[in-house]
């Protein structure tokens, strides 16, 4: 079993930044990919962001491109998510995820409880 905590959301004004962090437990982190999901009220969740085991590949929604970036510290079992220039469509709950079946992101079979994101105009 993998239990994931994210922290780090809140609210900001369009153009700000925010990090968001989460701190895995249950299995030996380095082995699998993370990644970041979000949803909006009334929209569907969606893909952001994600990371190999061994920080060697990572992959971007085209909608975050260029302003988020995702790393991970194995040595504390966290995954981070730097938001920059945010804009008021980042508005979510974003979901930190792992697929501790694959050597790549591509079906999370653990999820995070979600932490907000409002960004205001």
């Known amino acids: 079993q993998v239990r994931l905590v994210e922290s780090g959301g809140g609210l900001v004004q369009a153009g700000n930044s925010l990090r968001l962090s989460c701190i895995a437990s249950g299995r030996t982190f380095s082995t699998y990919p993370m990644g970041w999901f979000r949803q909006a009220p009334g929209k569907e969740r969606e893909f952001v962001a994600a990371i190999s085991g061994n920080s060697a590949i990572t992959t971007y929604a085209d909608s975050v491109k260029g302003r988020f970036t995702t790393s991970r510290d194995n040595a504390k079992n966290t995954v981070f998510l730097q938001m920059n220039s945010l804009k008021p469509e980042d508005t979510a709950v974003y979901y930190c995820?792992?697929?501790?079946?694959?050597?790549?992101?591509?079906?999370?079979?653990?999820w995070g409880q979600g932490t907000q994101v409002t960004v205001s105009s």
């Open positions: 995820a792992a697929d501790t079946l694959r050597r790549t992101m591509t079906e999370p079979n653990y």
